[in-house]
């Protein structure tokens, strides 16, 4: 490469110099090749010539040996010595004593006599020396070796023949290469011309696409490039045109997507360096903010940084990522992007930047976050509703079973009524017919016994009367209550004496204990009576045996008097003992029941102490039987 | 009054005084008597006593007239009893309780005991 540097810039101009340095580094190496070729062939054509002298010398010299002729000897190397070329000619004898020695100096030959002793070879040799000088030592035999011929030679005239075929040599071959070189120049003019040519052709191509030019026929490899030239111009017009069609259509599509889409890209270090207009809209920035920027700049912080890294983890592995992202505004206001990240690959496989392009759904979002929270609402309020209508069923239901239950004691109200009222007419009217139709038959005790029979009967249809019209005076607010201070212990005391008798009478043992503290109470005396009246009457109905026994006592806060009647009964079952003061209830209320009553008492009893702001109910007898209790708030004084 | 034999007559009210009064205008119309206090007191003395006619009020202790009278007819050859039912509930139902328990006929409370000879006297003359 180093060596273009030397060269000229011209292609032409460049063959041939290179053309003229190969010249004139092979034609000396030819050259001389030649001339050693040409020295060594002279040489060997030498060396045959002299042998051949020195043989004719040898054979010529045998019989001067032998005779010891050595003036003829002298005389024949004097005429040998004129062969031109010989510098000197000696005859040994065969241990290399100089018999003849003959020298030519410039031209003159001359017989030498200070006769020297040389070294014979074995056998025939022919030796160049340094001094351009062969020597070649011819035996001479007759039968036997009697003495050799050296011949000394001078090949300084081949070697300057040798020499001046070189010079003439190179003198045509230097002309020669000049005109090669002229008729190079003169050959490559034309195609280094269209060469030259289809250099601007293909230099302008690409400014003058789809332009020919003419195929040059000079050569095959011309013919190729500018018809290649000519094809690549074609070929990179229908490039153009359609890489402009494309460019078109992305432009348009650029436009489509700028006019729908925000869009921007960033580098692979998540720096942007694109962003469309409807991006600096919609994040209210300008380009100069954006520019060079990262997203950090939009962050809302409703991501955690776990969501992000993901993003990046997908993107850099040249996955698209897609979802929904919040960002901030210039304005500090949250913007919802649905967004997809295209990362763009190299061809190592490393993204090299990232097209963003994302659809503003904000609208969408808020309408979303309003309609979950409205939906939270609706939902709040249908739990809500639920729970109304189920409460609602329920009290429905607890009314509804309220109502049959009531529907039930009222219709079962109509069946005791009836019965009460009914049995003791049905007694009252037998006795009177009785009495009427046989009175005149009958004594007067049975007189007596049936009317008493009649009076009891009718009382007892008025004290269910009374319960009754009781009732329907507490129920419409008609009841008259008589209050006045009065002294618990004097009410209790009065009831006990009203029924001491009759229990004597079953032999029950009724028992009245009191605590000694002043009973002051504030009350219709009649009413609490009348509660002391219907307990004890029950207790008189179901006590057969024992005692029943009344405890009278002040409750432990003070705040009221408790009346505790507690009888030796069939008692009332756990599950009864709420509902035996439900109006119209019996505990037995069926057909079979034992015991007569209309189920109104304890329900009166009740409305008479709650009217008092007190409280009744019952509880388990000890050992058995029923324990009937009622407060009475201590109030001393008819204001209080 | 109808001369139809004397026969038996069991009567059975937890009420002493309804059956004080009964017993006195069936021995005044010329029949026998036997009472029960309850429903079970009564099935017993179907057994033993085997009346003519089983007079059952219906709201008694232990067993129910209905029921009395339904046990009556189930008991092998229950079904020759003559059985009146007598109710003081006053309700439309118990007629048809009384039909369905098998009851031969049914009296409402209050009643005179002029009122019930008749019924029973339509009863035997069946």
Same mark, same amino acid.
């Given at each position: 490469?180093?060596?273009?540097?030397?060269?000229?810039?011209?292609?032409?101009?460049?063959?041939?110099?290179?053309?003229?340095?190969?010249?004139?580094?092979?034609?000396?190496?030819?050259?001389?090749?030649?001339?050693?070729? !040409?020295?060594?062939?002279?040489?060997?054509?030498?060396?045959?010539?002299?042998?051949?002298?020195?043989?004719?010398?040898?054979?010529?010299?045998?019989?001067?040996?032998?005779?010891? #002729?050595?003036?003829?000897?002298?005389?024949?190397?004097?005429?040998?010595?004129?062969?031109?070329? +010989?510098?000197?000619?000696?005859?040994?004898?065969?241990?290399?004593?100089?018999?003849?020695?003959?020298?030519?100096?410039?031209?003159?030959?001359?017989?030498?006599?200070?006769?020297?002793?040389?070294?014979?070879?074995?056998?025939?040799?022919?030796?160049?020396?340094?001094?351009?000088?062969?020597?070649?030592?011819?035996?001479?035999?007759?039968?036997?070796?009697?003495?050799?011929?050296?011949?000394?030679?001078?090949?300084?005239?081949?070697?300057?023949?040798?020499?001046?075929?070189?010079?003439?040599?190179? +003198?045509?071959?230097?002309?020669?290469?000049?005109?090669?070189?002229?008729?190079?120049?003169?050959?490559?003019?034309?195609?280094?011309?269209?060469?030259?040519?289809?250099?601007?052709?293909?230099?302008?191509?690409?400014?003058?696409?789809?332009?020919?030019?003419?195929?040059?026929?000079?050569?095959?490899?011309?013919?190729?490039?500018?018809?290649?030239?000519?094809?690549?111009?074609?070929?990179?017009?229908?490039?153009?045109?359609?890489?402009?069609?494309?460019?078109?259509?992305?432009?348009?599509?650029?436009?489509?997507?700028?006019?729908?889409?925000?869009?921007?890209?960033?580098?692979?270090?998540?720096?942007?360096?694109?962003?469309?207009?409807?991006?600096? %809209?919609?994040?209210?920035?300008? $380009?100069?903010?954006?520019?060079?920027?990262?997203?950090?700049?939009?962050?809302?912080?409703?991501?955690?940084?776990?969501?992000?890294?993901?993003?990046?983890?997908?993107?850099?592995?040249?996955?698209?990522?897609?979802?929904?992202?919040? %960002?901030?505004?210039?304005?500090?206001?949250?913007?919802?992007? %649905?967004?997809?990240?295209?990362?763009?690959?190299?061809?190592?496989?490393?993204?090299?930047?990232?097209?963003?392009?994302?659809? #503003? +759904?904000?609208?969408?979002?808020?309408?979303?976050?309003?309609?979950?929270?409205?939906?939270?609402?609706?939902?709040?309020?249908?739990?809500?509703?639920?729970?109304?209508?189920?409460?609602?069923?329920?009290?429905?239901?607890?009314?509804?079973? !309220?109502?049959?239950?009531?529907?039930?004691?009222?219709?079962?109200?109509?069946?005791?009524?009836?019965?009460?009222?009914?049995?003791?007419?049905?007694?009252?009217?037998?006795?009177?017919?009785?009495?009427?139709?046989?009175?005149?038959?009958?004594?007067?005790?049975?007189?007596?016994?049936?009317?008493?029979?009649?009076?009891?009967?009718?009382?007892?249809?008025?004290?269910?009367?009374?319960?009754?019209?009781?009732?329907?005076?507490?129920?419409?607010?008609?009841?008259?209550?008589?209050? !006045?201070?009065?002294?618990?212990? #004097?009410?209790?005391?009065?009831?006990?004496?009203?029924?001491?008798?009759?229990?004597?009478?079953?032999?029950?043992?009724?028992?009245?204990?009191?605590?000694?503290?002043?009973?002051?109470?504030?009350?219709?005396?009649?009413?609490?009576?009348?509660?002391?009246?219907?307990?004890?009457?029950?207790?008189?109905?179901?006590?057969? !045996?024992?005692?029943?026994?009344?405890?009278?006592?002040?409750?432990? #806060?003070?705040?009221?008097?408790?009346?505790?009647?507690?009888?030796?009964?069939?008692?009332?079952?756990?599950?009864?003992?709420?509902?035996?003061?439900?109006?119209?209830?019996?505990?037995?209320?069926?057909?079979?029941?034992?015991?007569?009553?209309?189920?109104?008492?304890?329900? +009166? $009893?009740?409305?008479?102490?709650?009217?008092?702001?007190?409280?009744?109910?019952?509880?388990?007898?000890?050992?058995?039987?029923? $324990?009937?209790?009622?407060?009475?708030?201590?109030?001393?004084?008819?204001?209080? | 009054?109808?001369? /139809?034999?004397?026969?038996?007559?069991?009567?059975?009210?937890?009420?002493?005084?309804?059956?004080?009064?009964?017993?006195? /205008?069936?021995?005044?119309?010329?029949?026998?008597?036997?009472?029960?206090?309850?429903?079970?007191?009564?099935?017993?003395?179907?057994?033993?006593?085997?009346?003519?006619?089983?007079?059952?009020?219906?709201?008694?202790?232990?067993?129910?007239?209905?029921?009395?009278?339904?046990?009556?007819?189930?008991?092998?050859?229950?079904?020759?009893?003559?059985?009146?039912?007598?109710?003081?509930?006053?309700?439309?139902?118990?007629?048809?309780?009384?039909?369905? /328990?098998?009851?031969?006929?049914?009296?409402?409370?209050?009643?005179?005991?002029?009122?019930?000879?008749?019924?029973?006297?339509?009863?035997?003359?069946?």
């Amino acid at each position: 490469m180093m060596l273009y540097k030397f060269l000229p810039r011209k292609l032409d101009l460049q063959i041939v110099v290179i053309c003229s340095i190969l010249m004139a580094v092979m034609l000396p190496v030819y050259v001389i090749n030649e001339v050693n070729h !040409e020295i060594s062939y002279v040489i060997e054509t030498k060396q045959q010539e002299t042998r051949v002298v020195a043989k004719n010398i040898a054979q010529t010299s045998v019989k001067y040996l032998l005779t010891r #002729d050595y003036t003829s000897l002298e005389s024949l190397l004097q005429r040998a010595a004129s062969y031109p070329g +010989i510098l000197d000619l000696q005859i040994t004898d065969p241990k290399g004593s100089v018999v003849s020695d003959v020298i030519v100096e410039n031209g003159v030959i001359s017989s030498r006599f200070d006769l020297q002793n040389l070294m014979p070879p074995k056998n025939v040799s022919v030796d160049v020396n340094q001094n351009k000088e062969m020597v070649v030592w011819e035996p001479v035999s007759s039968g036997s070796l009697i003495g050799w011929v050296r011949l000394n030679y001078s090949l300084e005239s081949a070697y300057q023949h040798a020499y001046q075929r070189m010079f003439e040599f190179l +003198i045509n071959s230097g002309l020669l290469v000049l005109m090669m070189i002229i008729l190079l120049l003169l050959f490559l003019r034309k195609p280094m011309q269209l060469l030259g040519e289809a250099a601007d052709f293909a230099g302008n191509v690409s400014e003058k696409t789809g332009s020919t030019m003419p195929v040059a026929h000079q050569s095959i490899e011309l013919e190729k490039i500018t018809s290649a030239l000519n094809t690549a111009s074609s070929d990179l017009h229908e490039q153009e045109l359609t890489i402009n069609k494309v460019l078109k259509d992305l432009e348009t599509q650029k436009h489509a997507l700028d006019e729908h889409s925000i869009v921007s890209i960033t580098d692979e270090n998540g720096y942007i360096f694109y962003a469309n207009d409807k991006f600096l %809209n919609v994040t209210g920035y300008d $380009c100069d903010d954006v520019l060079g920027k990262s997203y950090e700049m939009i962050k809302s912080g409703m991501h955690t940084d776990g969501f992000f890294k993901n993003i990046w983890d997908a993107v850099r592995q040249g996955k698209i990522w897609k979802g929904e992202i919040c %960002n901030l505004n210039k304005a500090g206001q949250m913007i919802w992007l %649905n967004t997809s990240i295209i990362p763009f690959m190299n061809e190592a496989g490393t993204p090299y930047q990232f097209v963003e392009i994302s659809t #503003d +759904i904000t609208e969408k979002k808020q309408a979303e976050t309003e309609l979950e929270q409205k939906n939270k609402i609706l939902k709040e309020l249908t739990e809500h509703l639920e729970d109304i209508v189920q409460q609602r069923t329920a009290e429905l239901e607890k009314v509804n079973e !309220e109502l049959v239950y009531l529907n039930n004691v009222k219709s079962e109200f109509v069946s005791v009524v009836s019965h009460e009222l009914r049995t003791p007419l049905t007694s009252i009217k037998s006795f009177a017919e009785i009495l009427h139709d046989d009175i005149d038959e009958m004594d007067t005790e049975s007189r007596k016994r049936y009317l008493s029979i009649i009076n009891d009967e009718a009382d007892r249809l008025g004290r269910l009367i009374n319960d009754v019209l009781d009732l329907q005076k507490i129920d419409s607010g008609m009841m008259s209550w008589n209050n !006045e201070e009065s002294n618990l212990k #004097d009410v209790v005391g009065n009831s006990f004496n009203l029924f001491k008798p009759a229990f004597d009478n079953k032999g029950v043992e009724l028992i009245l204990n009191s605590e000694d503290v002043q009973y002051d109470v504030v009350i219709d005396t009649d009413r609490i009576k009348q509660v002391l009246s219907n307990i004890l009457s029950n207790a008189l109905k179901f006590t057969h !045996e024992g005692q029943v026994v009344i405890d009278l006592s002040k409750t432990e #806060d003070e705040k009221y008097f408790q009346v505790a009647i507690t009888d030796n009964g069939i008692g009332i079952p756990e599950n009864e003992m709420e509902r035996v003061f439900k109006r119209f209830h019996q505990v037995d209320s069926s057909e079979t029941r034992k015991h007569g009553g209309s189920g109104l008492g304890l329900n +009166i $009893c009740k409305e008479i102490i709650e009217h008092y702001n007190g409280k009744i109910w019952v509880e388990q007898g000890l050992p058995k039987g029923s $324990c009937f209790k009622f407060n009475i708030p201590v109030v001393s004084t008819l204001g209080a | 009054m109808m001369d /139809a034999g004397k026969k038996k007559i069991l009567i059975c009210d937890d009420e002493p005084l309804i059956r004080e009064a009964i017993s006195y /205008a069936v021995k005044k119309a010329g029949h026998e008597f036997v009472m029960a206090e309850d429903g079970l007191q009564a099935y017993d003395m179907v057994k033993a006593e085997a009346p003519d006619l089983v007079l059952l009020d219906v709201g008694m202790p232990g067993m129910s007239g209905f029921d009395v009278c339904k046990k009556i007819r189930e008991m092998p050859g229950g079904e020759k009893y003559q059985i009146m039912i007598i109710t003081a509930f006053g309700q439309a139902s118990d007629q048809d309780k009384a039909i369905s /328990a098998g009851a031969n006929d049914y009296l409402s409370k209050p009643f005179s005991p002029r009122d019930l000879i008749v019924k029973l006297e339509t009863i035997f003359s069946r």
